[in-house]
């Protein structure tokens, strides 16, 4: 690929040679002699790298797009490798990161240290943009020749560059007009691309060319976590102790620079309508909560009519959020949980709907899949669409041995499953993230159109995460707030004291409904228990809650700041235990709901403006109340007291038993 033209030198140093056999003992070394250069260009710098002799054919530049779909491609010869390994990923990575970095590229590679080699001389020279570099690891032992080798995103090494007339000080510098590098804590000799100061995040958003942050309108989950990610670098350095004092910012200037990577997000509870001032309540003894076992095949069947029907949709649904599923129900009752099929639906008349759904999708498929190349070419949407999700494939879930491997069956359905949702809302399209939500609905389907229609419908849940103004993800964290300050206002006011009020450390929580958050069969539990739509509206806020409730001890106690707290609540990830959060969560539910005097602001968040109310009935002269949770008896065998499900009539559905209070 040809490396652009135009554009002025700012660098350019001779005597930079590639030591083509370094590292193998085998060979003596080869010594490519070469030209570093750096060039200013109209959107951007880049750095290129290629030999002296003259003859090279500028086909074999190696090209790193800037674009957020971009990889370094090696296309030279079939020979060629680029080697990715896990063990790559330094621990100074922001784990702000949604996804494992490998790449989808249907060109030979393999897993091992992240080196590239080539054959031929003229097979070395590369070109990249600054916007695509990670970090840099140099020489700073004084022996041998001074080298440099950049890490690029997606974990692309390239080959170390040996000053042999001079070192590379002043190449470095150079660098750092345009990019701020900081040390590692780990290695002091790996220096890390933590965004430029000079620029603000407003600023990146103009210039169409910087990376991921150039996506923010139209790939909120992009923007926002690409923003996180350079922004955690910067956090970890200051965190650890970087003996450059002056690369340090104050804490307060941090929590700025965050709420500038997110435009749009920052709250001002005061400035939204509805706001309400959410005075100290006492919101009672919170209830004691244990979970059932999942339910049964048995217990599924014994649900179900002649004719295929669930029997009792209300109670069914009660002891699914009070236990989940097992495995073996997931494909069926999935189903019935987010939409696609209806609550009383016959066997016949469901096989009728799932007839009508393939020749539908199929209708969808072949719309992208005829698209000849020529076409492709001049449709730009198609073309993004594609390459980001060909990117994000092959980084989702490649641990879980459905995903795992090269050529594997289940990557090519997430795929054209993610393509033709592309069909299916042109509107929105594809946007990173989706992919994660996607996964586990396949895992669980293992059919490519029931997937689709479930991830479909689960995506008009999600739809407004991943809109351009991202007004579900701005609602959401006021919700949070709000739900928070009622449980624990001392903890917001600390929160606030450490510049952390906005729950900024909880948007990925959100965005993809803590995917990153458990280990997998975790959130099939979850998600499962979720999708009941019990025991409340916006129950994912209420796991939030619980949480945070929990590590708040530890933070308060401790001390954390800004930056502190954001690590903290980072590497949580695949620390917690879904069934304990359950439990939390759901007893917080029932102790606000249990609240008289429950402010309208957490009854609204809730879904409880009627249910919150309890009238006597004209029928019975019973009290009801609507919506209320309900537990069934067996969870609590030494509990007495019976609590009625309501839902639209006065229909005794279950007896149920309320739970014994926490000392």
């Known amino acids: 690929m040809a490396a652009p033209a135009g554009g002025k030198v700012v660098y350019e140093q001779e005597g930079i040679f590639i030591h083509s056999s370094s590292g193998n003992n085998d060979d003596q070394d080869s010594l490519l002699s070469g030209i570093l250069r750096v060039i200013e260009k109209d959107t951007e710098v880049v750095v290129e790298w290629r030999p002296v002799d003259e003859s090279l054919d500028s086909s074999n530049i190696l090209y790193a797009r800037k674009d957020s779909s971009s990889v370094v491609e090696w296309v030279q010869t079939p020979k060629e490798k680029t080697l990715r390994g896990p063990e790559h990923m330094n621990s100074y990575e922001a784990e702000w990161d949604m996804v494992n970095t490998v790449s989808f590229k249907k060109k030979a590679h393999s897993n091992g240290d992240a080196t590239v080699r080539t054959n031929g001389e003229n097979n070395w020279s590369f070109l990249f943009s600054l916007a695509d570099l990670k970090s840099i690891k140099q020489n700073k032992e004084g022996m041998g020749w001074s080298y440099v080798v950049f890490c690029l995103k997606d974990d692309v090494v390239l080959p170390a560059l040996h000053f042999h007339h001079g070192d590379s000080s002043t190449f470095i510098q150079l660098l750092k007009k345009y990019l701020v590098l900081c040390e590692s804590p780990q290695d002091k000799r790996i220096l890390v691309n933590c965004q430029s100061i000079q620029q603000s995040f407003e600023n990146l958003l103009d210039e169409p060319t910087y990376g991921l942050i150039q996506k923010l309108k139209k790939d909120p989950y992009t923007a926002t976590m690409g923003g996180f990610s350079k922004v955690t670098h910067f956090i970890f350095d200051s965190l650890r102790g970087s003996d450059s004092s002056s690369q340090q910012r104050p804490e307060s200037e941090m929590a700025d620079f965050i709420s500038d990577a997110i435009p749009g997000l920052k709250i001002n509870q005061q400035e939204e309508p509805g706001f309400e001032v959410i005075t100290r309540i006492d919101l009672g003894k919170r209830p004691e909560v244990h979970r059932r076992q999942p339910v049964s095949v048995e217990e599924w069947i014994k649900n179900m009519d002649s004719e295929g029907r669930v029997l009792n949709v209300d109670s069914m649904k009660q002891i699914i959020f009070r236990g989940g599923l097992c495995h073996a129900l997931r494909k069926e009752v999935w189903k019935f949980l987010l939409g696609y099929y209806p609550w009383y639906s016959t066997k016949e008349e469901r096989i009728l709907i799932q007839k009508r759904k393939i020749d539908e999708y199929f209708r969808m498929k072949l719309q992208w899949k005829s698209v000849s190349e020529e076409q492709e070419k001049r449709n730009y949407r198609l073309r993004d669409y594609r390459s980001l999700i060909e990117k994000d494939v092959n980084r989702t879930d490649r641990t879980n041995k459905f995903y795992e491997g090269q050529d594997n069956p289940g990557l090519i359905l997430l795929h054209d499953i993610l393509m033709t949702y592309c069909m299916y809302d042109f509107d929105l399209g594809y946007v990173q993230g989706m992919s994660d939500l996607l996964s586990p609905i396949l895992y669980v389907m293992e059919n490519e159109v029931d997937a689709f229609w479930c991830f479909a419908l689960y995506m008009e849940q999600m739809h407004q995460n991943f809109e351009e103004q991202m007004q579900g993800m701005k609602t959401q964290l006021i919700q949070l707030s709000t739900l928070l300050r009622l449980l624990d206002s001392g903890f917001c006011s600390y929160l606030e004291s450490q510049d952390s009020g906005?729950?900024?450390?909880?948007?990925?929580?959100?965005?993809?409904?803590?995917?990153?958050?458990?280990?997998?069969?975790?959130?099939?539990?979850?998600?499962?228990?979720?999708?009941?739509?019990?025991?409340?509206?916006?129950?994912?806020?209420l796991i939030c809650c619980a949480i945070l409730e929990s590590e708040k001890q530890q933070i308060m106690e401790k001390h954390y700041g800004f930056n502190e707290i954001l690590k903290h609540i980072n590497e949580l990830s695949m620390k917690m235990d879904v069934e304990d959060v359950l439990c939390k969560a759901e007893a917080i539910s029932m102790q606000m709901m249990n609240c008289k005097e429950l402010p309208q602001a957490v009854c609204e968040v809730l879904g409880l403006e009627d249910s919150a109310v309890t009238t006597p009935d004209s029928d019975t002269g019973e009290d009801e109340t609507a919506d209320r949770i309900t537990c069934p008896s067996s969870a609590y065998p030494n509990s007495h007291m019976p609590i009625t499900t309501v839902n639209g009539t006065n229909k005794h559905i279950e007896q149920m038993t309320h739970t014994v209070p926490t000392n």
């Open 502 to 541: 906005y729950l900024y450390f909880c948007f990925r929580w959100l965005l993809i409904r803590f995917k990153r958050e458990f280990n997998f069969q975790g959130i099939l539990r979850l998600w499962e228990v979720m999708w009941t739509d019990l025991p409340c509206q916006n129950f994912h806020l």
